[in-house]
């Protein structure tokens, strides 16, 4: 009778003794870094109209079943060049290739060349290294490689600002978004960006987005990190100061949700909507005092503490804004009005006009050397921020 398997020719079984026998198993290919991500860069003013930009991306890369944190943006100093090179992808060690490659060619590169004749070389760039680096790399993974490029010569005011995608490259005269939910967050992007766009809030856009996106994609994560380009420098912004801003988009967001459907309900009494607006505005206005005292706190402390500092790469505090710390140690803000008042000694803040005809005319003319402008003025110096220190 068969009895099935091999014991009908009157051998063991496989594991009668507790042996199996060797299997050969395919080679596993090596976990690769998935640089799944969302970069958003986009094109703003400072103050005076200099033209800047402002980039922000996430911090987490995707290894196999482990994520893990890895800067996706940096600043590069390279010979008369400073760039930043930020890529999308499912090919994480191609992105960082290229960076590098980037950065390396721009070392070579002269002084004083203009944004065409560096668009071809990157182009040329680009060409070369999906020819012979990405076309090379074994399948199956999906070979688009993305990258915001932010490149300025250290002697020249101009920014240049380009996405790529595969060889195409094109110049961004507003903003872009690359990586993973690009064409989600884009609608909300536009919705809030305009060209005149302040740097602060440039980042605080650029917050917003990337806020958005850790809570509803799994594979974007970590700290923010963001970095800015002004005509002096290309600079990494503190990570306290994006940590602040993150902060601050969250706790503003949540006072505006109680008049998001507010606003439109006209079954409301307007009584009813009147508190609620008034409620709005302590809030507001509370939240703005909290995060004026962080800025300011950390403002002085920086110009006390770092013998290195001269000046801000973008502002934090209001122009004309005069920071002290008093006898207890505590920073505090005056306004333009007020500093005129405190240094002056007057015991209110909103000083007669009648109040300088008594005071000695070398006060006068020290207050006037401090105070950059003539508080009668309608449009002051856009640029002129003050920042003492009195006892």
């Known amino acids: 009778m068969y009895t099935g398997g091999l014991e009908k020719f009157g051998e063991q079984p496989h594991n009668a003794g507790g042996l199996r026998p060797l299997r ?12 799944v991500t ?16 402002a980039i ?31 890529g999308a992808g499912e090919l994480g060690d191609l992105i960082d290739d290229f960076a590098e490659t980037l950065g390396l060619a721009a070392e070579g590169w002269e002084a004083g060349l203009g944004e065409q004749v560096i668009r071809n070389k990157i182009k040329r760039l680009l060409i070369d290294f999906n020819k012979n680096e990405v076309a090379h790399y074994p399948p199956p993974y999906d070979k ?29 005269t507003d903003f872009a978004l690359i990586g993973r939910g690009e064409d989600f967050y884009k ?22 987005v990337l806020l958005q996106a850790k809570e509803t994609i799994n594979s974007i ?5 963001s970095i800015g380009a002004s005509p002096q420098e290309i600079f990494p912004v503190s990570p306290d100061l994006v940590q602040d801003l993150e902060q601050r988009v969250t706790e503003f967001n949540e006072a505006l949700t109680q008049l998001v459907l507010a606003c439109p309900d006209v079954s409301l009494r307007p009584v009813d909507f009147e508190s609620l607006l008034k409620d709005f505005e302590a809030r507001v206005m509370q ?33 004309d804004t005069l920071i002290s710390r008093g006898a207890d140690g505590q920073a505090f803000i005056l306004s333009p009005e007020e500093t005129r008042a405190y240094i002056l000694g ?22 006037n050397e401090l105070m950059p402008f003539d508080l009668e003025e309608e449009n002051p110096p856009p640029d002129s921020q003050t920042v003492e220190e009195h006892d």
């Open 144 to 172: 688009l490689l993305e990258f915001i490029i932010c490149l300025k010569d250290k002697n020249a005011p101009d920014i240049h600002l380009w996405k790529a995608s595969a060889t195409g490259l094109r110049v961004v």
């Open 38 to 53: 969302l970069i958003a860069a986009f094109r703003c003013t400072l103050r005076g109209g200099e033209k800047c930009v």
């Open 287 to 319: 939240l703005r005092a909290k995060y004026l005292g962080y800025a300011a706190t950390a403002l002085l402390d920086r110009v006390e503490n770092d013998p290195n500092f001269k000046r801000e790469p973008m502002p934090s505090v209001p122009p």
């Open 24 to 35: 050969h198993s395919k080679p596993k290919r090596p976990r690769r870094r998935k640089r």
């Open 221 to 225: 994560g970590g700290p923010i990190h």
């Open 346 to 367: 007057a015991a209110n803040p909103l000083t007669p006009p009648d109040f300088e005809e008594d005071i000695d005319a070398d006060i006068l003319d020290a207050v």
């Open 187 to 208: 609608p909300q992007v536009e919705r809030l960006y305009r060209p005149d766009l302040s740097m602060p809030q440039a980042f605080l856009l650029g917050t917003y």
């Open 56 to 86: 922000c991306a996430d911090t987490q890369e995707t290894r196999g079943e482990y994520r893990v944190p890895v800067k996706k943006i940096a600043v590069q100093d390279r010979g008369s060049y400073q760039l930043v090179v930020g």
